[in-house]
Structures are given as C-alpha cells and as structure tokens.
C-alpha cells in the first residue's frame, strides 16, 4: 500500500537517548512508596475517536453487514456498539482483536442464500493479533463469509469473521505504529520491532505484553531481551496515573541483576516512547517497587551519521560541499588509488569497505587496503561495526559471506532464493539486519532478514527473511534511512528514477522522482536526508514535495554507517 509522504501518518519516537540518559540518574528503592520514573520525550499525535452508530430498525442483510464493518471503527466498551449487529449468543464468541484487514474501496456485497452473504474485499494490508502489519499485493482480493438470522424481526449476524475490516484511511486514524524495542547481542543498541495496535484501547498494556512476548519471529536469534525468562504482567495490565505507566511484573522479574534491571528499565522506556498518556515509567514486582541502579553505559538508539555526503570527486575521497571535499585521515589516499566502485564507511570512520573492478577490499586507516574478496561478479560490499565486510556474488545471492578485516572467510547460510539476481543489499547501523533487493525475470524482491551470530558475535546465517513491498521500476539500489526504515532507488525504461521507502513492519512511501538517471542511493538521518547520485554526476536529495540539487557533483556516492 503506497502512500504519499504528505498523507502518511507515522510517528517516530525522538529524544529516547536523552531519556534513557536521564534513566541513568533514576534509583528505584525496593521499599518505601513507587517513586516517578524517568521522563519520556516523544513526539505523539493526538488521536481521532471514532463513534458508530449501531442497527437501524428494518435494515435488510446488506445494510446490517455494511453497518457492523463500519462499527469496526469504534473499539469503545470492547467494539459495544459493532457487538448490537450479532446475535446475543454469538456477540460473546465474536473476537474483534483477532486482525485487521485494511480494505481499498467500500467491498462488494453477495447473497448465496437466504442466511448468507460474501463480502469481497481488496485487501491492502492485514494485522494479525500480535500487530504485525503486512502489505498485501496488488489485487488481493478477499472473501469473507457471514450469516444471518431475524432477531425480533431484525436481520442479525449469527456469523461474522473475528477482526475487522477498516478502511486504509480509517486504518491510519484508528491505528498507531509503536516499536517494540530489543537489544543487539553486545547490549550496545536498541533495535525496534515495529506493531500496529489501537490508538486508544490499551495501547500500553499492549506494547509491553508484545515485549515480555519476545520479538517477531523473523527478528529471532539477531535480537535479545533483558528480561528473564518467563516475565509477565503480574496484573495482566500497564495503568497510567498522571502520565506514569505502571509496569508490575511477576516474581520472574526478580532473578534480573543490576545490569540487567537498568536494560529492562531502558527497553520499557524505549518502547512506551511513542504514546501519548506517558511521560514516565515505574517498575515493580507484585506490587513492590524494583531497584534500578545508575547506569553510565547507555545503549543506542537510531545511530546517527554525518549530516555531509560522503562522496569520490575530482580523485579526491570525503566529506563534500558545493565547492570542497575534505579528505578522511588515513583513507582517502588508499580509497581513491583502488579506483573505487563502491565505498561504505564505519561508524568510527576508521575503516571502509570498498568495491573495486578487481575485488572488494577492507582499508583502515592506517592505510593498508586488504583484498578480502575476489570472485568475479561481485555486489556492492557492506560493512558491519563487529568488523565484517560482507560480499556476495550477483548471480548467486547464498553465497553471501562475511570476511574479518584480516581477510578471514565466514560463509553466511540463508534461505535466499536460488533463481534470483542479488542487485544491491546493506547491513543495519546496528548490525542485527540485512535489506536485500533481488530481481529475476521483471520480478523485484525487498527483504529483510535477521543476521544471527554466533557467542563470538561472527555471523553464521540469517533468519527466514520479512517481505517488503518492492519497488516498480528496474531495481537500482537500496539503503538503510533510519533505524526503522529502507529505502529503495530504481528507474523506469524511460530512465527516470524512482524512488520509495519501506518501514520495516510497516507501509509504503513514495519519495518522487528525482530528475535524471539514478545510480546510487543512501540513507542520512531520516527521510529528508535520502541522497541519489544521478549518472550525469549530480547529488540530488528531497525538498518539500521534490527533489532538488545540492550543487555538489560527484563520481562516487558513499555510505556512511
């Protein structure tokens, strides 16, 4: 489901360092009254409340069935008034919280019998339970089966699917995205698991039920929780008192140590960031406030880069402006004298991964380039801050292997399709995710997939991958924007470029058309910092509701980790 930028609805969650600095100063006693948690700064929308009206007397099959999925909208009192549209009996069975199904038009009404109907659906994406969102492709056509019965004279559902039937703009006013949020195996950053749930309904208790759950099942074994084992809400609820969520767990909780409380205390005030009601979190066990130590070691979240493209021109390698490049200490020289098709540099800007006509080399920056793949065919390398480069053939996307900067081979198993061509691919900042861009045949594949390693953080294989929605078009390049987000650049066989953005666990953005011809995109701090290197040599990036110039000209588009 593609929208437009100026119509997306999207929260992002802004500030979470600072709070989770702040969470350093917070000491929760284990006896005495629950004390304030930390503050959460967020950036929040208000929310739409939607009220339904309920059966009309001498409705007939039709007008009942098209006012209960109209109902869907109001969730109030447990979807009460969705619930006057059922037979008593079967109002207590119905389960409103099983899906969501995001519908394109109004659906087409069937009678195949005198108690039964279809309603037929395009579907543009569904939600399951848990709040995993899923774009479902184009035509996706659904039918869903209901049967009625007279109650007093009155037609009545004595059938109905569980879940809901929304449309994509009731969808977006009466759902939030929220990111659950999990730590990397080193503990250094939090890395978010994005779910879909009622923006006024229980919204809190949700997001932490999801995260004593555990992550989304193609996110496992990339990701780790602090939270002992077994942890659950010991009330089967979070309240919010004057803007603090309560979060009472069960005696698991209290087998955690020290280290692990202040992570436990930094993933529930990561997660709640994005709602509305809270501006702080109290913990406790069985109703006894939890110790949270200090905490110096704070973990990440989104990494940053430079705001400054990272570019090759005029034989010169880093940081540009319209009218100067400034070198990268110990880099630039061995970068550039490898006669680069591709560079990504480290976070610590100490070492890049660079393709090259003859290899894909690791340099540091002491200089010394080291060649550390020399197949032929080779993709765009993409660098890991573990110290991995990992290379992959195009024509053969299983033999993906990530290399030590000593030139050590670590072949990465998958479950990557066989008959498709790898075009481009990029490891998360955070180094727990891999977005790949496949083609076959005018086929176009986007995946994510989780990177598992092993007790030695070296990678081994990846999960079963997530499908994203691809890109139209002739698939070019794809990107990392943010923590939460990919973005892909293709061109149409006029030669145009395209370009979207894909929220991993959420919807489609179409970004434009950048003029001219695109060869290569990157990801900066969100989607205003999207750059595209177009093959006449300009550096393009979004203004508005386009894309303008920067009035830098370059070779070579670089990725900044």
Known sequence: MIRSLSRRVRLVAVGIVAALALAGCASIPSTGGVQTGDPITSNVQSDIEYLPSGPVPGSDQERILRGFVAAGTGSQGDYAVAREYLTDSFAKKWNPRA??????????FSSTSDSQATFTVQSAATVDAEGHYTESPPSTSTDLSFKFVKVDKEWRLSYAPDGIQLSTANFDLVFRPHAVYFFDPTYTYLVPDQRWFLARTSTTTRIVTALLAGPSTWLRGAVVSAFPEGTQLSLGSVTVSSGTAKVDLTRDAISADSTARSRMHAQLLASLATV???SAVDVSVEGNALSIPDSSALPQTN???????LVIAKGQFGWASPTSISPID???KAVTALDPTSVELATKQNVAAVGSPSGVFAVKEDGVARKVDSRS???????DDLGYVWSAKSDAPRSLTAYSLEGVAHPVTSSLPTDQRLISFKVSRDGTRIVLLLNADGVTRLL???IIRDGDHVPTKLGD???LTPPAGNPVSVTWVDELTVATLSTNDAGDSLVSEDDVGGETTDLGRPSGTGVEIVGGNGADRVRVLTAAGDLLEPRGNGWEDTGISAD???TQR
């Open 556 to 558: 070579l588009l670089a």
């Open 448 to 450: 994510v997939a989780a």
């Open 276 to 278: 509305a009601t809270v």
């Open 465 to 467: 991958p997530l499908e």
């Open 99 to 108: 899906g969501v199904i995001v519908r394109q038009g109004s659906g087409a």
């Open 377 to 383: 065919g080779l993709v765009d390398p993409s660098l």
């Open 330 to 332: 110990g880099l630039t």
């Open 303 to 309: 990494p940053t880069v430079d705001a400054r493209p």
